[in-house]
């Protein structure tokens, strides 16, 4: 229960985005929309997950409340989890992924997706019964879309502090938004998984 792998690169050794390679599979407007039965039943064994406005608040040290209880269950259902960050802040990634008990690599540079394979041999899964969680079209999904894994967006994300493009990025996931619904291929919030992407690309990243 796998998807086809995207394409990274053209001949030319240009990478192009299209609107597939956005697109996630899921969306979820709580981590705790995603229960180990849920996960369990899709084929899901193993998690990358994004760090900042996905798990905690951007550069925060706060552990919610609710995360540690829901990271347990997915432990108990012998799901794995990595965190895979693009923070310029490695101190605070070390200090929340010890917190948490979770492996994680740093720095990343989604939609790269090297940092994500390093996760997946972490964890000791593979493109089949991985997913790639996070709040970011262009990094999260992008990655996770590019690797072949499925992918998850947590939309909207814990909060609206971001990085500044971040935040204008936000402006162009909502034009996709639009469009991929428009189109009849965004995924509703329980809805079923759609489609394989096509090619995918490298944008500068970001936190
Ligand atoms: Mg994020």
């Known amino acids: 229960m796998y998807k086809a792998q995207a394409s990274n690169c053209c001949e030319d050794g240009q990478m192009t985005i299209n609107l597939a390679s956005l697109t996630p599979d899921r969306v979820v407007a709580s981590i705790h929309e995603l229960t180990p039965a849920l996960l369990l039943a899709e084929g899901i064994q193993a998690i990358i997950t994004d760090l900042d406005n996905t798990l905690v608040p951007w550069r925060s040290y706060d552990i919610p409340p609710r995360l540690t209880d829901w990271l347990r269950g997915l432990e108990a259902a012998g799901i794995r989890i990595c965190i895979a960050s693009n923070t310029h802040f490695p101190k605070r990634l070390h200090a929340v992924a010890n917190t948490l008990s979770l492996p994680y690599v740093a720095d990343v540079k989604k939609p790269e997706i090297e940092g994500l394979q390093r996760c997946m041999a972490v964890m000791g899964s593979n493109v089949s019964n991985t997913a790639m969680f996070g709040d970011q079209l262009f990094t999260d999904i992008l990655a996770g879309n590019r690797l072949g894994v499925r992918t998850i967006l947590l939309r909207p994300g814990l909060s609206n502090y971001e990085f500044i493009t971040t935040k204008m990025m936000r402006n162009?996931?909502?034009?996709?938004?639009?469009?991929?619904?428009?189109?009849?291929?965004?995924p509703q919030m329980d809805g079923?998984?759609?489609?394989?992407?096509?090619i995918a690309t490298a944008v500068p990243h970001e936190d």
Request: aromatic share 10%; no cysteine; hydrophobic share 35%.
């Open 172 to 186: 162009v996931e909502t034009l996709v938004i639009w469009r991929q619904k428009q189109l009849g291929q965004w």
């Open 192 to 198: 079923p998984q759609l489609r394989s992407p096509q």
